[in-house]
Each structure stands twice: as C-alpha cells, then as structure tokens.
C-alpha cells in the first residue's frame, strides 16, 4: 500500500524551485497563494519579474506575469472538473487586482502537473474539439476554448535526466533513480537548494517504502550519498525502532499474563527491563 501520509505539496514546491533554478532571480515564487478565503488556496503562483526573460526550462516556456500552478499527487483525480478549477482559480486572480483590470487576462497562465497523463480528461478534450499539442516531451498545451494559456505536465513522460526534481515526485521509482536523485542533490551547494531537494527526497522515499529498506542495506553506497539520506533516514529508523520496542513490550505483557503473573508485577518488570513512567506502563496494561 502506497503511504498516504507522504507531504507530496511541499515536494513539489521544492522541485519547482530546482527546476526552475536557472531563472530564479527573474521569478517570484509564493506558494498556496490564498484567494480570499482560506479553502481557495493556490498550490504555487510564480510571478515572472520581466516578462520579457524568456525561461530556460521548457516547462516554464508557456509562462507570462502571472503562473498559476496546481499539483496533483498520484492520488489525486485530473478531471474536467479539475480543470476548470484551476482556470476559476485563475479567474480569481485576475479578478482581485487592486485596480480595475491590473492583471490582463493575457498575462495570465495555468500549469496542471501530475505524474501520471489523465487519459479520461484527454479523451474529454478529442471528444469536444480542444485542440492539443505537444511542443515538448511531457508537456501538453490546451489550446482554444480556454481563458488563460494552458499546460498539463505529465512528469512520468520528462526527460529523466533533464528533470530529476519534478520526476522524483512518483510511488514507483526504481533504486537507480533514488540514487541519481541522491547524486543531484550531492552537486547542490547553496542552502535554499538543499532544503528544497531534500523536501523532494523525503517525497521520493516515503512514497517508495521498498526502497527506502534496499539504500540501508547497500553496502556500495558512498558515504557521501549517505550522509544525504541522513536526515531523512535517521527519523524513519527510530521510528521503526520505536515500533519493533511497542511490539516487543507488548509480548513481554502477553507472556508474564499467560503466566499467570499480577498486573503489579508486570509492571515491577517492565520497570526495570525497559526503562518506562508508571504512565507508560500502564498504557500497556489497559
């Protein structure tokens, strides 16, 4: 089962940022931007400083002032539905300028990103005459009865190599790419950068459990690779430890029970063989 407690928002702010590192200083980033009520809430609003800059990464090649992005995790629906509330959202924006018509409908953009392409939405769009294209690998621009220039960024089909960050965001990684990614991140200096690649390392590992068991036990992994997982690793190790010691004292309280041995003294032995309040212990005992 696929971890439903994985923070899959904060790692796609994180990969955003790397992927668009080449034109940080021409970029504005504010994430959940709030459109006056709190559960009207944009994932990530990117504001280009002068639209004249052309940006590097194809992903951000549709952008204008204003870029409205929506993350979908890989649970997460991408439906007609969807679709045209991002395009309210955009809408919202516009609208709530501090003067009449301070943001211009053509300055406007929508990105939907999610790993896997939403073929029922696609079929949507055959069916009532979009028209699609496919300027880049993964990224499709809707064109024609929309409001605001539209992509949807399908990551699983980027170019790996090309984008490590946004392509780490998947429950179905292989052990190579944890390590590529690992490597990426080894190459970063400034501080920013790590603290963003490492909220898209927790993502890549906590929604790929079975790797997470294969890196701890590879012998051929550098220590420099590893010091990287360390911060995230060390928390899900005592954590795992935390558990294996419950499951243990529980045990020890099953057996002294069929022994035939009194709640006083099981809690003289839990005491002294592990260290537990008088609390602790009876939360065993209920």
Known sequence: MKDANVQWHPG???????????????LFFEKEYNLNTKPLEIDLLVIKKNTDVQ?????????R?????????P????????????????????SYGKTLDAVKADDVTVSLVRQAKPYGL????????????????????????????TQIVVTKELMWEEHVWLGALSDSLEKQNLV????????????????????????????NKQIFEELIGDESMSEELLEILKPVLE????LREQQIRKEDIKVTVDVLREFGHQDCEIKTALTKKYGLSEKEVDSFLQ
Do not use: W
């Not at 002032?65 to 979908?72: A, F, M, V």
């Not at 649970?75 to 516009?94: C, G, M, N, P, V």
């Open 180 to 207: 590529e990614l690992l490597e990426e991140i080894e190459r970063l200096r400034g501080k920013a950068d790590r603290e963003s690649a490492q909220s898209v390392l927790e993502v890549g590992l906590g929604a």
């Open 55 to 63: 940006i590097d990464n194809e992903i951000g090649r549709i952008f």
């Open 75 to 94: 649970r997460d629906e991408l439906d007609i539905d969807t679709f045209y509330k991002a395009a309210d959202y955009a809408s919202l924006y516009k």
């Open 235 to 238: 928390p899900k190790m005592v």
């Open 12 to 26: 796609f702010i994180g990969a955003m940022n790397l992927e668009l590192k080449k034109n940080r200083d021409d």
């Open 65 to 73: 002032g204003h870029n409205i992005l929506e993350y979908k995790s």
């Open 122 to 149: 696609f079929r949507y769009f055959r069916k009532h005459d979009y028209l699609v294209t496919n300027p880049y690998r993964g990224i499709y621009y809707i064109q024609e009865k929309v409001l605001f220039p």
